[in-house]
């Protein structure tokens, strides 16, 4: 089923629920997420992503799909470009681009949607 229709909501009402074993983020306490929409059948969906002040992870990511993330709030250091992004930036990443690891000493929200072609 593709995404469902959904006219504005609060975003506030969707509580933030800790990414656990996700790949990347296995082991890092202080990630959550917020799932905005979702279509099950390819796997592709929007979320908010938060990581709490301090928060530090060790692995370089790596995907299959396509991730367009927008900083919301606070900011991000990508430890292995050794480059600070802060709110107001923009990233689009094609499957198998390599990013992170990542710290976060001032804490952080994003606008991630991700996709399959």
């Excluded at 504005?8 to 969707?14: A, G, L, P």
């Excluded at 929409?37 to 390819?42: A, F, L």
């Amino acid at each position: 089923m593709p995404k469902e229709e959904m006219e504005f909501f609060d975003v506030e009402k969707i509580a933030w629920k800790p990414l656990g074993q996700t790949p990347g983020y296995q082991n890092v306490t202080g990630v959550y997420e917020k799932i905005l929409s979702i279509d099950k059948d390819t796997g592709s969906y929007t979320r908010m992503l938060k990581f709490e002040p301090g928060v530090e992870t060790s692995e370089t990511l790596q995907h299959d799909f396509w991730e367009e993330v927008f900083i919301l709030k606070g900011g991000l250091i990508d430890k292995a470009k050794q480059q600070t992004f802060a709110e107001g930036m923009y990233a689009c990443r094609p499957p198998g681009m390599k990013h992170g690891p990542y710290s976060s000493p001032i804490g952080c929200i994003t606008l991630e949607t991700r996709y399959y072609r």
